[in-house]
């Protein structure tokens, strides 16, 4: 199959990079479609780690074309010291490996003021534990008309008319919220200062992917944050502030629907959530502890320590039906090494009704109350695992009967941060 789309189908944090790097050996285009430096993703090559933000997990390979898509909303600043930590690394970055779409907002130092200070002046109950970059005033001011772009960054006068556009509407914002006012020309000059920066890597990524489509390049269209973090699919109002499913890779890039051939959405073998929200198989007891202590379970972005619970079938059957996800990549298989017994979350329970879903209403999802299987565990390890002969009878089970539940088969098996310790079931790129 010619291109695949990587998809977190949980709330993010699924193990997204690795994989993406993983598979990146097989393609010829790497594109970020959504998002921006709220996500975090972290790789292990031979026992050297790379955190990227902003930049597609594909960059750290070599010979590979990197695409930041328009549908992420992209810090330039950020990127710039991103850029710089990965070549310090080793890593080679230049405009013939990085393309940004012209079409990119950018996220301007006032949505991260923004961001934290309405996370500070919510109440309890009603924040979003978000990551303060700022990602949901710009995803706001795009929707609003009043973003800038990459592409006005080339022009003094257009650059001038967008700022004066976008403060005509932050301003009194900021004054509500008692942020002072916004120095105009401060921000013109920082903005023309990265310009030289970033205008560099722009591209019309939509015809160059267009191109590479039609002259047989293989795509991965990499995903940030995860299914259930989704603006119209996720637990909202405690979710990002753009479609994080697979359709989003599309209108990401600007690429027909047509084009992806796979979905592979990326699935911990366990939950985990960082930030406010509704979480039905959350563990506040000695097996969650353990499963955050063994899994590192540490936000990449913001450090915040995730919360951690017990698989939930039912919800993965929700985001791999919106995802259209043809097969996942189960992660962290090795963490459950140890436990006697695991649970599987099958269904709902709610006011004495049996559910196969979770609903959107709020105060129900609050209600419902999970409906576990209990799976045997087992005492060896996998970590490290690279065949099916190198796992435990058990853990062949569990991943079967988690394939059975979520009706979707299993791609690709991961058993350690490390780029090779990859168990590849189908391959998501063959014809
Ligand atoms: P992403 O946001 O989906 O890319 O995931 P993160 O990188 O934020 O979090 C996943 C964490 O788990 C990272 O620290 C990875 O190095 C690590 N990881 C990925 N796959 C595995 C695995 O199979 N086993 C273990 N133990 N760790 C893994
Ligand atoms: P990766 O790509 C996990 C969460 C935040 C918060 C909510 C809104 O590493 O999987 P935002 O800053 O986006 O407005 O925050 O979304 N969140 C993530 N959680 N992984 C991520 O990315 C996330 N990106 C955002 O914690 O609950
Ligand atoms: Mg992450």
Redesign the pocket.
Known sequence: MANVVVV?AQ????G?GKIVDWLSERADVIARFQ?GH????TLVIDGKVYKLHALPSGVVRGGKLSVIGNGVVLDPWHLMNEIKTVREQGVDISPETLMIAENTPLILPIHGEL?RAREEAASKGTK??????G??PCYEDKVGRRAIRVADLADKATLEARVDRALQHHDPLRKGLGIEAVDRDGLVAQLKDIAKEILPFAAPVWKVLNEKRKSGKRILFEG???AL?DIDFGTYP????SNVIAGQAATGVGIGPNSIDFVLGIVKAYTTR????PFPTELEDADGQRLGERGHEF???TGRKRRCGWFDAALLRQTCATSGVSGIALTKLDVLDGFETLKICVGYELDGERLDYLPFAADQQTRCTPIYEEIPGWSESTEGARSWADLPANAIKYVRRVEELIDCPVALVSTSPEREDTILVTDPFAD
């Open positions: 977190g709330w993010g944090d699924e997204k998002g709220n996500a975090g993703h961001d979003i534990g978000t990551t303060g970059r990602i949901g940030a944050q995860g973090l405690f979710v990002t502030s960082v930030g406010e929200g936000g990449t972005t």
